[in-house]
């Protein structure tokens, strides 16, 4: 398969932050290859990390890390693996090691969706989104946990809003993302002694990502969906929650879900 198109950085960072502040540290993404999640890994090379984008497509990542190196004169590289395989996971956490000698933060960002009701889902389609969401969540924090210790770093999860109420056709990705917002808090009570801290991200529409192509109503480009910021997020927005959340400005701040949704969630019963 031949890689995709090249695709330009999202944009200019919109970061108040110094671009030096994770100068030395290490980050760890997995579903770092596209969307949201290369765009916060782009976004924490701005300010001086390297980093691990990991994804089970070798083509797409090679590609991305290339990008991302030439955008940010940092390092990117890649390590293939499917979340829902722990070796893989551990083998890409050693790479990390191996390369770069240690793992400051790591986002669990890789995820799986689709619209499907109940009635058309099969048994196999609801376990697969909850392995990809939930047990790679907790596989990517097993492969990487005694890194993470040894840095006193951070962890980042990739949720949804989905879950707050209950959307249609999204009970696959509902369940597995209420499972993820329970795993980052108890990793934050667990963990918070040992000095690492476990936030949760969760963006609402997020414009310009596979994620919203695969839920957008084609024939409604108003997705029948309001904020009260009056417009869908891009990936910027998560970007700069993400680098306020490994950053030493978030140093008290742990189990914590944070929506990035331009406050939809408290306007939307479903879409
Ligand atoms: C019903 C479906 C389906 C669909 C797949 N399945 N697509 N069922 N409707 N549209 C079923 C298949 O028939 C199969 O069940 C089972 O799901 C597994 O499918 P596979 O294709 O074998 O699995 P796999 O190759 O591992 O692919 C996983 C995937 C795929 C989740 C199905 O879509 C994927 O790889 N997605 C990764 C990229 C992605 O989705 N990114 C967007 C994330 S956005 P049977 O019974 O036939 O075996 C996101 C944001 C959420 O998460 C919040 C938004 C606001």
Do not use: W
């Not at 691990?52 to 797409?60: E, P, S, T, Y």
Request: aromatic fraction near 8%; include cysteine.
């Amino acid at each position: 398969m031949s890689p995709p198109a090249y695709v330009a950085p999202i944009h200019d960072s919109t970061s108040s932050f110094k671009s030096n502040i994770f100068e030395g540290k290490v980050l760890f993404c997995t579903g770092g290859a596209s969307g949201i999640c290369r765009g916060m890994t782009e976004a924490v090379m701005r300010h001086g990390a390297n980093a691990v984008i990991i994804g089970r497509r070798l083509d797409r990542l090679e590609q991305t890390s290339k990008e991302l190196s030439a955008a940010t004169g940092r390092s990117c590289i890649s390590a293939q693996a499917d979340v829902r395989q722990p070796k893989s996971l551990k083998e890409a956490a050693q790479k990390a090691i191996d390369v770069f000698g240690r793992i400051d933060f790591v986002i669990c960002g890789a995820a799986g969706n689709f619209m499907a009701p109940i009635s058309g889902l099969s048994e196999n389609a609801f376990k697969t989104v909850i392995e990809i969401d939930t047990l790679g969540t907790y596989n990517t924090i097993k492969a990487t946990i005694p890194h993470v210790r040894a840095t006193k770093g951070a962890y980042i999860s990739v949720s949804a809003t989905l879950h707050y109420n209950a959307t249609p056709y999204q009970v696959h990705v509902s369940a597995a993302k209420a499972a993820v917002d329970a795993l980052s808090n108890v990793l934050a009570v667990e963990e918070g002694p040992h000095g690492v801290r476990s936030n949760v991200i969760a963006p609402g529409f997020i414009a310009g990502t596979e994620g919203f192509d695969r839920l957008a109503n084609k024939n409604d480009q108003s997705n029948g969906f309001s904020a009260p910021l009056g417009r869908f997020g891009d990936v910027n927005d998560v970007a700069n929650a993400a680098v306020f959340l490994f950053s030493d400005a978030a140093s008290y701040v742990t189990g914590q879900v944070i929506p990035v949704d331009g406050g939809a969630e408290h306007l939307r019963t479903t879409f």
